[in-house]
């Protein structure tokens, strides 16, 4: 059974072995120019200067701009990263959705069951088989993407905890492509042709990722808060890297005045016209910045938690999809 599970995906593992030696071609130069333009800038001297919270005001500043003059070289990257986080789905879709659904399409799935292989062992060892080879891929994938992003990251504000950039990198890849696989398995057994397989595959697996990215992963752990005063010489302690969930103006009582946006004057500063800085708002003494976050030593918590959701998920439906397996005509 093993040796027909390989010699009917072979094909297929080849190919993709191929696409992924290409995407290592285009993204391993890119990557070493990244790494390059990043010491030459001196950044990795300000990610440690910049992680002490009282460094100077001109060594933040400097800073700033070399981050600036990199995200300003390589931020057209952000597109590719976009259609990186795709190729979770696009396995589920090649070799999940096809896995039960092609068979039972082509009838193929009759022979070998009256050849003395029963359908729990055949579900079992072709799950198996491709489980394993997409584990390998998936891990060598979030291993390498971590390495490629990584000045990315350091040279943005919102650093590894980013929209984007999170789902690239570390071991989230391995449990969205597991996910991805599963469903598109668990389709091939509902649907039993190929397309129908193929498009709910994609359009669940974009829902729950939507649905995690959103409404979950925010709340994995308590937000913290953190207060400033508008008037205030410098910039305010806050550390690159944490993820800003929003953040605001407020009054002393806590009523909101001005959300998703931040004022900072300098002392005693007022407008053109005479009135105290943010008095344009309706500020009242004593209003303050407040902002909810989380910390950006919890990524490898995140990390955990998400890449565990997708795989007890990814278990779920292989064990549903056997059952349904058992029920086939």
Known sequence: M?????RQHRKQALYTLLGFLVLAAVLVPIGLSMRNTFA????ADCVRQLADPNVAVTTRETC???????????????????LLI???ALVGLFWGAPLVAREVEQGTHRFVWTQGVG?????????????????????AYGL????????????????????IVFDLQGIVPIGYTLFAVALGVFAGTVWKRMLPAMGITLAGFIGVRAAVEILVR?????????????????????????????QGVRNPDGTMVAEDTRIQCPPGGKGPDGRTCGAELGLEPGAYNWQL?????????????????????????????VRRIRRIA
């Open 2 to 6: 093993i040796w027909l599970t390989w």
């Open 40 to 43: 030459d800038l001196g950044l």
């Open 64 to 82: 700033d701009a070399g981050f600036n003059r990199f995200s300003n070289r390589y931020g057209s990257l952000n597109l590719v990263a976009v």
């Open 86 to 88: 795709t190729l979770p």
């Open 119 to 139: 359908r729990t062992r055949w579900a079992l060892v072709k799950f198996g088989l491709v489980g394993t080879g997409v584990l390998a891929l998936a891990t």
């Open 144 to 163: 390498g993407m971590s390495w490629w992003v990584d000045p990315l990251t350091k040279a943005a504000y919102e650093g590894r905890l980013g929209m």
């Open 218 to 246: 925010p709340h994995y752990q308590p937000a913290r808060t953190q207060t400033f005063p508008i008037e205030m010489e410098g910039p305010p302690e806050v550390r690159r890297g944490d993820w800003i969930l929003t």
């Open 293 to 321: 976050y989380q910390p950006a030593d919890r990524f490898w918590l995140f990390q955990s938690i998400e890449t565990g959701i997708f795989v007890a998920l990814a278990a779920l439906l292989l064990y549903l999809a």
